[in-house]
């Protein structure tokens, strides 16, 4: 918390103080004050109810606006007015957290008045692996045509061998500049196009000047992730998104490196408070995941009193031992039958099977929706 300094004064410093006169302008400003305090409540309502109906990710790893706690709704919905973010467009949920992702990133450097454009290359071993690969099926294919008469045919598929064998050595020797973990499943070079401070930007955009190749400059970064496991990197290290998700987060932290060196007067601050931003709402996302594994804690057992499981897809008894068939429409519901007591000479139960009770056990994990490190746990 930010120390502020004692605002007592003396009471006839107090007395001199309630004397004073509000002037028109002073009113003026509390009246503003006061619709900014609207505006800003009406903007954050309607980023919540947009919230509310997203969805984001597919299949199991999919997550719903709806399914979030209110709290948490409020809290991106902060987190997006603060930002400026599209929660749709430029924010993504990875590992159950909330991330901007590249399209925030190129939104924002687009605004500036400098920026003229960006490329982004993947450059990691596999990548010039297969660059290699396909330069060589071209020189086979090359030699099989000269065989066969086709001169033309065979000097095309060399030189097409030959540009994809120059592609490769370039990837090879960005890799080699920038270092990346060799393990690393993707490595993504970004590289910044914007002009220089003394450019003459408004000829330039009245067309004034067509050749303002001379006034840019290029300013790269790279970034890298997946293949770390957990095994490679104690905790405070790993880094389960990006293991998660190599492709998009690599892609999302190159540019955003690449955006922050390339207009650091501004950005380097920008991208600090952007970064307290994440903390804080990724801290927001923590509290309600605990909630959502302590109300999965409060449900039945499998051994306990429950209706149905759908594990499997389709309804299915959950504890067979005392299961009634669910009520239909129309149909009066028979009274239980009573329980039978066991015979006292009844045979023991059979050895427990510990692959059937762990099959089992998994089943009513991911029928609770609990799945990757939450079921490892």
Known sequence: MTNQASTAVAPREMEEQLGHIPSDDEIEGIRKAGAQVAAYKKEVKKIYQVIEGLEWGSGNSAVKGSSLSPQTRYAMAEFCRITRANPQYHVDVLGGKPYLNANYWEDLINSHPLFHHYEQ??????????????????????????????A??????????????????????ARAHWDPRETATAVVETTI???????????????????????????AECNWAGGMGRTMADAKKYDPIGDANPSTTA???????????????????????????????????EIVQE??????????????????????????AANASGARPLPVDGEDTPEPAPTPEPAEDAAEDPEWDATDARKRFFATLRAAGIEGDERKE
Do not use: C
């Not at 196009?193 to 290029?218: H, S």
């Not at 540019?255 to 994440?278: C, G, H, N, P, V």
């Open 251 to 285: 892609r999302t932290r190159s540019l955003r490196r690449a955006a922050t060196k390339s207009f650091s007067a501004w950005m380097q601050q920008y991208d600090r408070q952007i970064e307290k931003a994440e903390h804080a709402i990724e801290a927001e996302w």
């Open 121 to 150: 290359r993947e450059i990691s071993k596999a990548t010039e692996d297969v660059l290699r690969q396909r330069a060589l099926r071209h020189r086979e294919l090359a030699t099989e045509l000269e065989a066969a008469g086709d």
């Open 193 to 219: 196009y914007r002009f220089i401070n003394q450019a003459p930007i408004e000829a330039i955009q009245r067309g004034e000047i067509v050749e303002f190749e001379q006034y840019l400059i290029a300013v």
């Open 291 to 316: 909630d959502k594994r302590q109300e999965r804690a409060s449900l039945p057992s499998r051994s306990g009193p429950q209706a149905v499981s759908t594990s499997n897809g389709e309804p299915e």
């Open 152 to 173: 033309e045919g065979a000097a095309k598929r060399r030189a097409k061998a030959f540009d994809l064998e120059e592609e490769a050595e370039d990837i090879a020797m």
